[in-house]
């Protein structure tokens, strides 16, 4: 079931929880017949102390959520600008479009399962790596006239590229919320919710229902936010996605001669 599908349930079995457990209450615990103004207070303070604190959360983490799609892009990008250039040079072409078809094949296996887990980057990506700038030095000719040593600095600066944005990648999904701040949102929101139910007590039982339920829904997709941006690599739409990188291993592949495309080794 897709990740929306499941959440919207999420939301409605949610709702309707809290709708019962009101009515449910309200039918045992008699309602308060004068207003609490302190209560209105305090509601006012928490929930915009809650707010802020939620609005940081989301920040921060669609920063790095911003950030971990960007990196994709620019490393498919990088392998796939190194791999035309490496044409110019005839006497290492096997050697660096071979290793950079190897590493963009490894990313999806090895990095994609790690970065899920928040373990950093797979030793398997990082030998791949190490190939890759090892390829380049198989041509030991220095280069001839301007244009051909600048094509040679502009590859070696793709092949930089590469590891930037992978290390963007490894930070982006490293970072976390800390365990204080999760407790806060969640029991804040809770705590929301619970002042919401005290403050409604004059209204009629179905009426309070429905507010605190809507509350509590409201509340609930706010964390559903949070979660879904703390998982910048997560299994689920909108994610960061291995797709374009991928993508430009099976071009490479496409269009490798010889035993550039052949099957990399484990």
């Given at each position: ?16 929880i809290v ?8 039918h045992?615990?008699?309602?308060a ?23 940081f959360?989301?920040?921060?983490l ?8 960007q990196?994709?892009?620019d490393?498919?990008?990088s392998?796939g ?9 005839p006497?290492?072409?096997?050697s ?10 490894a ?8 970065l899920?887990?928040?373990?950093g ?12 700038v ?22 070696v ?16 999904a ?15 929101g ?15 039982p ?7 339920a ?16 703390s998982?910048?690599?997560g299994?689920g739409?909108?994610?960061?996605s291995p ?11 496409s269009t490798?001669t ?6 990399c080794?484990?």
């Amino acid at each position: 079931m897709p990740e929306a599908w499941v959440n919207g349930v999420i939301l409605v079995v949610a709702g309707l929880i809290v709708f019962g457990v009101v009515l449910l209450i309200r039918h045992r615990v008699p309602a308060a017949d004068v207003e609490h103004p302190s209560w209105s207070a305090t509601l006012s303070y928490v929930a915009t102390a809650y707010g802020v604190v939620v609005g940081f959360s989301i920040l921060f983490l669609f920063g790095q959520f911003a950030d971990a799609r960007q990196a994709v892009g620019d490393e498919a990008t990088s392998i796939g600008t190194a791999y035309e250039q490496a044409y110019l040079f005839p006497d290492s072409q096997t050697s660096i479009q071979r290793a950079l078809i190897c590493y963009a094949r490894a990313v999806p296996i090895y990095d994609w399962p790690a970065l899920r887990e928040h373990q950093g980057g797979a030793p398997e990506v990082d030998a791949a790596y190490h190939d890759l700038v090892v390829s380049v030095g198989v041509d030991d000719q220095p280069p001839v006239g301007a244009l051909h040593a600048g094509t040679a600095t502009n590859l070696v600066s793709q092949i930089g590229a590469i590891s930037t944005a992978r290390e963007t990648r490894l930070v982006t999904a490293e970072t976390q919320l800390p365990a204080m701040l999760w407790i806060l949102l969640i029991g804040g929101g809770a705590f929301v919710v619970m002042i919401i139910f005290v403050v409604t007590l004059p209204a009629k039982p179905t009426t309070q229902a429905v507010l605190v339920a809507m509350s509590s829904v409201f509340t609930l997709v706010l964390l559903l936010i949070v979660m879904a941006l703390s998982e910048p690599f997560g299994v689920g739409s909108g994610r960061a996605s291995p797709q374009l990188i991928e993508e430009t291993a099976a071009s490479m592949t496409s269009t490798a001669t010889g035993g550039v495309g052949a099957p990399c080794r484990p």
